[in-house]
């Protein structure tokens, strides 16, 4: 059974009825206007999905901002689940092949296409998630701040 099929450029996948997306390895001279984002390709975090790019991590284009943010979300839900694990490759810096990365983001991407709104909720729920986090990260900031202001008060008196 085909769930991805490479389209005449090499690096383009098509997701069966779902739009085309584009993946390749992120160099500085790489500049799309197209929307994308990146994905972390070594280490325990691979497949990690990122807002600004680094230097070991792949590109991810897509034809448009809505269907980024699918393609998003569904990389994030992969690298918390932690489905990039069982194909990471390398004993001293693990990484995760391009071809690999794309393939297992074409068979979640049917999976999501069959569920669609089941989805949806569960990207509600993640972003909802997020913002919590990084609030209670703030507050934890604050408060460690605050521990050093008294400390700091208390010896310089």
């Known amino acids: 059974m085909e769930i991805c099929r490479r389209s005449e450029a090499s690096k383009t996948f098509i997701a069966r009825a779902m739009q085309k997306f584009i993946v390749k390895s992120f160099t500085s001279d790489n500049y799309s206007t197209k929307p994308h984002f990146f994905a972390l390709n070594k280490g325990m975090n691979s497949g990690k999905p990122l807002l600004s790019p680094c230097p070991n991590c ?14 998003y979300w569904v990389t994030f839900a992969l690298w918390k689940s932690k489905a990039f694990y069982p194909y990471l490759m390398g004993s001293v810096i693990p990484f995760i092949r391009l ?9 979640k991407l ?11 909720n569960t990207i509600e729920k993640l972003r909802f998630i997020e913002i919590k986090e990084k609030q209670l ?4 900031k604050l408060i460690q701040d605050l521990k050093v202001a008294y400390v700091y008060s208390y010896f310089n008196k």
Do not use: P
């Not at 792949?58 to 393609?71: D, G, H, R, V």
């Not at 999976?111 to 669609?116: C, E, F, G, L, P």
């Open 58 to 71: 792949f590109k991810i284009e897509a034809e448009n901002e809505e269907f980024k943010e699918l393609l």
């Open 99 to 107: 071809g690999v990365y794309k393939q297992i983001v074409c068979e």
């Open 110 to 120: 049917e999976i999501v296409k069959a569920n669609s709104a089941e989805f949806t």
């Open 137 to 140: 990260n703030e507050n934890l």
